[in-house]
């Protein structure tokens, strides 16, 4: 089962990283198709609490670039061999991503 998460407008505090990531499955795709602005805090807390709770594949679907940038970077820092997932970056229609869920 796949958990369809919305990243929020702006993605700027630890407090919104940590409320946005919820009970979840195996896989967990990020729609970052609204997300404009975002505080490298926010990405490192977001990032801490998927590892916390360890999914197997994490998909970022509509990510600017710069988004994307930030979250591989502290997802390669904070990664471990036993703690860490698939980290992936797609661009998808909303149309197909409200097909998708």
Do not use: W, Y
């Not at 958990?3 to 700027?12: K, R, Y």
């Not at 499955?25 to 990032?47: I, M, P």
């Amino acid at each position: 089962m796949t958990t369809v998460i919305t990243l929020p407008p702006a993605l700027v505090n630890r407090s919104d990283a940590r409320a946005t990531i919820g009970p979840h499955d195996a896989d967990v795709v990020l729609d970052a198709t609204s997300t404009k602005r975002f505080a490298s805090a926010a990405v490192d807390e977001l990032t801490r609490a998927l590892l916390r709770d360890a999914p197997q594949r994490v998909i970022v679907v509509n990510a600017s670039d710069s988004l994307e940038r930030a979250l591989r970077l502290v997802h390669r820092a904070r990664a471990r061999p036993e703690r860490t997932f698939l980290l992936t970056f797609r661009q998808v229609a909303a149309e197909a991503l409200l097909r998708a869920v």
